[in-house]
T-cell receptor
Framework: DAGVIQSPRHEVTEMGQEVTLRCKPI?????LFWYRQTMMRGLELLIY????????DSGMPEDRFSAKMPNASFSTLKIQPSEPRDSAVYFC??????????FGPGTRLTVT | AQSVTQPDIHITVSEGASLELRCNYS??????LFWYVQSPGQGLQLLLK??????LVQGIKGFEAEFKRSQSSFNLRKPSVHWSDAAEYFC???????????FGSGTRLQVQP
C-alpha cells in the first residue's frame, strides 16, 4: 500500500520564483494536511482539507502561499513569489479521521 | 489553546539501556496524544497514539507510552534501546473538533554503542 507521495523531494529556486509542491494522499483518506518544518519554529500546520475543502488555513503565512485540492488524490502548495525565509521542509499528511495522520517524506525547499 | 512541551532537546543512551522521553501537554479537555519518530531526511512515522481507555498504550518497534492525566504527561518508553532507534522523536496533541496536531519541539535521541 503506497503511503503519502510528495514531489519533488528537493527544490532549489531563486528568490522571486514560483514554487509548486505536490502531494498525493493515501487512497481513502478524507483529510489532507500541509505542515512546514524549520529549525526556528519546528513543525507547524499551514492548512488542512476535508473532502477537498479547505477547513483551516490560519497557518498560511501570507498571501504568497496558496493551497488547492482539486480532487481527492491530489493537492498543491504554491509559493509565489518565493523568499529565502520560505526555506524549510514541507510535509503533506493524510488521515481517515483527521486525528491519526500519516506523513509523506517531505519536500526540502531552498530559496536562494 | 493547546501546547506540547518536550523538556529534553537531546538525550544520549547506551545501546541496551532503557529509555524514557518526556512529554507534557496543555489542553483543557481530554486530549488525543501521539508520538512520532523522524529519521534524518525522512518523514514522520507514527509510533503510537492515545485516544481513550487504557492509559498504557503499545506502539510499534517496542515502544510504549503512558497517559497520566494528573501530570498532563504522555511519556514514551522503551525497555532496551537499539542503535536503529537513533532519531528525533516528536510528541503531538490533537483535540476534538480541530484535526490539526500541535507538535512539541522534539527530542533528539543518540544511541551509544
Amino acid at each position: 500500500d503506497a503511503g503519502v507521495i510528495q514531489s519533488p523531494r528537493h527544490e532549489v529556486t531563486e528568490m522571486g520564483q514560483e514554487v509548486t509542491l505536490r502531494c498525493k494522499p493515501i487512497s481513502g483518506h478524507d483529510y489532507l494536511f500541509w505542515y512546514r518544518q524549520t529549525m526556528m519554529r519546528g513543525l507547524e500546520l499551514l492548512i488542512y482539507f476535508n473532502n477537498n475543502v479547505p477547513i483551516d488555513d490560519s497557518g498560511m503565512p501570507e498571501d504568497r502561499f496558496s493551497a488547492k485540492m482539486p480532487n481527492a488524490s491530489f493537492s498543491t502548495l504554491k509559493i509565489q513569489p518565493s523568499e529565502p525565509r520560505d526555506s524549510a521542509v514541507y510535509f503533506c499528511a493524510s488521515s481517515v479521521t483527521g486525528y491519526e495522520q500519516y506523513f509523506g517524506p517531505g519536500t526540502r525547499l531552498t530559496v536562494t | 489553546a493547546q501546547s506540547v512541551t518536550q523538556p529534553d532537546i537531546h538525550i544520549t543512551v547506551s545501546e541496551g539501556a532503557s529509555l524514557e522521553l518526556r512529554c507534557n501537554y496543555s489542553y483543557g479537555a481530554t486530549p488525543y496524544l501521539f508520538w512520532y519518530v523522524q529519521s534524518p531526511g525522512q518523514g514522520l512515522q507514527l509510533l503510537l497514539k492515545y485516544f481513550s481507555g487504557d492509559t498504557l498504550v503499545q506502539g510499534i518497534k517496542g515502544f510504549e507510552a503512558e497517559f497520566k492525566r494528573s501530570q498532563s504527561s504522555f511519556n514514551l518508553r522503551k525497555p532496551s534501546v537499539h542503535w536503529s532507534d537513533a532519531a528525533e522523536y516528536f510528541c503531538a496533541v490533537g483535540s476534538t473538533g480541530r484535526r490539526a496536531l500541535t507538535f512539541g519541539s522534539g527530542t533528539r535521541l543518540q544511541v551509544q554503542p
